[in-house]
């Protein structure tokens, strides 16, 4: 596509549950970032995905939280027994090549309850 | 994680006036970039810088990458009302054993007509 998509936009979920969020990257893009805002903070770093290569998952922050790219392509980021601490807004990322700037989708904002 | 302090953390100004904000890390970075982020989307790169002393613009912005290469400046001139939003500052480690670029915590700008 043109852009980074990403779905849903808002997620409102309560404590304990798993949640999907879904990232369809730019078309060629081989790289792929996730990253999660707190409110008024910067953006931090969770998993990279670079073709078939192993991701580097060393962002993320408890075993709660994976992601796996499917095909190369698309990317889901799942976080098992939601806690309220988790509550940011998602952002994904996709580049050409890593030493580059990439370009980030809208992000989802997930709120915890 | 490498330490990006951006500053101000937050700029109100009249429109029209000139802008000025930095960030800094503790060590040797090969890339810089600047993005800026409106309320309820993702970052959008502004411009990136690859080599120490490099100086680029990008209509109204204009960013440096410090001799040092410890050290970015952009700064924005003539503002105008849709210059407000948050930006960031993030860039690559030289000896960058990740894969991720490591962002500041944002200035957040707002122009007053």
């Known amino acids: 596509g043109a852009g980074v998509s990403q779905s849903p936009s808002n997620k409102v979920t309560e404590k304990g549950k798993d949640v999907e969020l879904r990232c369809d990257p730019i078309?060629?893009?081989?790289?792929l970032y996730w990253y999660r805002q707190s409110l008024g903070q910067g953006l931090e770093f969770l998993i990279y995905f670079q073709g078939n290569s192993a991701p580097d998952k060393s962002g993320l922050p408890s075993d709660r939280f994976s992601a796996e790219r499917t095909g190369g392509s698309v990317s889901t980021l799942t976080i098992q027994r939601t806690q309220q601490e988790d509550s940011a807004v998602y952002l994904c990322?996709?580049?050409?090549?890593?030493?580059?700037?990439?370009?980030f989708g809208s992000g989802t904002r997930l709120t915890v309850v | 994680g490498q330490q990006l302090n951006q500053s101000p953390q937050s700029m109100f100004i009249q429109e029209g006036e000139d802008v000025s904000m930095n960030c800094t890390s503790s060590?040797?970075?090969?890339?810089w970039l600047w993005y800026k982020q409106d309320p309820g989307e993702g970052p959008v790169l502004l411009i990136a810088l690859y080599k120490a002393g490099e100086l680029t613009s990008n209509g109204r912005l204009t960013a440096q990458f410090g001799i040092t290469r410890k050290d970015s400046f952009l700064n924005i001139s003539a503002s105008i009302p849709s210059d407000v939003g948050i930006y960031f500052c993030?860039?690559?480690?030289?000896?960058?054993?990740?894969?991720?670029?490591?962002f500041g915590t944002g200035t957040s700008l707002t122009v007053i007509p």
């Open positions: 060590s040797i970075f090969n890339t």
């Open positions: 078309s060629g893009h081989t790289a």
């Open positions: 990322a996709s580049s050409l090549n890593r030493d580059r700037g990439y370009t």
């Open positions: 993030a860039g690559q480690p030289r000896r960058n054993t990740g894969n991720q670029f490591y």
